[in-house]
């Protein structure tokens, strides 16, 4: 997998207009924080910057194809990654996007969600995988504790962390 080629692919389509902003989440988000972790592709949830009911997300792909990119299944396939690309679909993740913030990857900006939006997306989802990268977060603190509560107190997640505090950290 070409991390690398795929953001810069993606910064360029941003810079072009296609979509207002983006940001990676997930598991390859979760590296900018974490240890790596195998994964099989790279989700970039985006902004468009046209306003409406109904989105069409076919500028994006079409402009992706633009760029080598080809379709398998639910994701384009970008210099041999799967991307994902999804519409900022929850409040949370909307915020999220709005608050990502720039890291860098060998000298490419990359706009990623910050540590405690990933950790509150992962308690709102809520699986099995998503409750161990949850773990991971506390375990190597990660997290700014205010910060995360309060996105959680925004969100209506408090009753769900009171719950997974219970099951896996008392």
């Known amino acids: 997998m070409n991390f690398q080629r795929v953001f810069e692919i993606i910064n360029e389509m941003q810079q072009a207009g296609v979509v207002e902003r ?3 989440g997930g598991a390859v988000g979760a ?3 974490l240890e790596p972790v195998a994964t099989l592709d790279v989700d970039v949830f ?3 910057s046209s306003a409406g009911l109904l989105i069409d997300p076919t500028p994006v792909f079409d402009w992706l194809k633009s760029r080598g990119g080809t379709m398998e299944g639910e994701y384009i396939i ?3 990654t799967p991307v994902q690309i999804l519409v900022a679909g929850t409040p949370l993740v909307e915020e ?4 990502a913030v720039v890291d860098e990857v060998e000298g490419i900006p990359v706009r990623v969600f910050t540590a405690e939006h ?3 997306i992962t ?4 699986r099995a995988k998503d409750k161990a990268r949850l773990l991971q977060f506390i375990e190597e603190g990660s997290l700014d504790a205010p910060i995360f509560e309060a996105i959680l107190d925004r969100h209506g997640l408090l009753g769900r962390w009171e719950t997974f505090q219970r099951q896996f950290l008392e």
Do not use: D, P
């Open 22 to 24: 983006y940001a990676i």
């Open 31 to 33: 590296t900018f924080y």
């Open 46 to 48: 985006i902004a468009f």
């Open 78 to 80: 970008l210099e041999q």
């Open 96 to 99: 999220a996007l709005r608050e």
């Open 118 to 120: 990933l950790a509150a």
């Open 123 to 126: 308690l709102e989802v809520g």
